[in-house]
């Protein structure tokens, strides 16, 4: 089946600095990947769709300076948390389909961030 | 806006038995629905999926019916393992391509 990497497994940074995390599609091609974020006991949240080679689309809420998101492969999306704050603290997850398999989402393993 | 319910947020039971978890939907036609497994610490980790077409799916000992009608699956296990103990999570997709929407999930322990 279709893999999807992260990258880092985990992160603690300090407040004030910023925090890229990596996405990437392993054996597939994707035009289109989702980030979500989910803090403890909750469920997932989208947060936005990536589009390769166009701007990002951002949930209602999320504040689209402070999360840069760059799709800048057919396998690659990147999440910057800038200038991180404590309560940016949670879990991140990643996700990308492949249409020409399924109708499925495959996930990421997840990044834990932690902002001190 | 859409809704997505999974009524119990933790559901125990004893190896062996059956294990039913239940989802309902508000304000939503989905063209499908489908159900993750997630450990803690973990990405969720895909099960099954439903289409509206169909009323149930099976898969070795997991079956989920979808009952567009009352806007509701179940998703049972049946002969549940210890090994079975995680939380599932219900997720609604209306067209290929678009994110899914996720319920609270429900954390499933099974004690042996």
């Known amino acids: 089946g279709a893999v999807v990497s992260q990258h880092p497994s985990w992160v603690i940074c300090k407040s004030g600095t910023s925090v890229k995390i990596e996405c990437r599609s392993l054996d597939f091609q994707a035009t289109t990947m989702f980030w979500y974020r989910q803090f403890p006991k909750q469920s997932l949240m989208l947060m936005a769709t990536?589009?390769?080679?166009?701007?990002?689309?951002?949930e209602q809420g999320v504040e689209k300076d402070k999360f840069l998101i760059n799709h800048a492969s057919l396998t690659l999306s990147t999440l910057t948390v800038t200038s991180a704050h404590p309560e940016d603290s949670s879990f991140y997850i990643c996700?990308?389909?492949?249409?020409?398999?399924?109708?499925?989402?495959?996930f990421g393993p997840g990044t834990r961030l932690t902002v001190l | 806006s859409q809704k997505i319910e999974q009524n119990s947020e933790a559901l125990n039971i004893q190896e062996g038995k059956t294990a039913t978890l239940t989802c309902n939907y508000t304000?939503?036609?989905?063209?499908?629905l489908q159900w993750y497994r997630q450990d803690p610490g973990r990405g969720p980790v895909f099960l099954l999926l439903?289409?509206?077409?169909?009323k149930e799916k099976r898969k070795e000992r997991l079956k989920v019916t979808f009952d567009t009608t009352l806007k509701q699956s179940l998703f049972h296990i049946t002969a549940s393992q210890p090994a079975d103990s995680a939380t599932y999570l219900c997720a609604l997709e209306g067209q290929a391509g678009t994110a899914l929407i996720f319920g609270k999930g429900t954390t499933l322990s099974v004690s042996s």
């Open positions: 439903i289409r509206e077409n169909e």
């Open positions: 996700s990308a389909g492949d249409p020409l398999l399924s109708d499925t989402q495959y």
């Open positions: 304000n939503y036609s989905p063209a499908y």
């Open positions: 990536s589009n390769e080679g166009s701007k990002a689309t951002y």
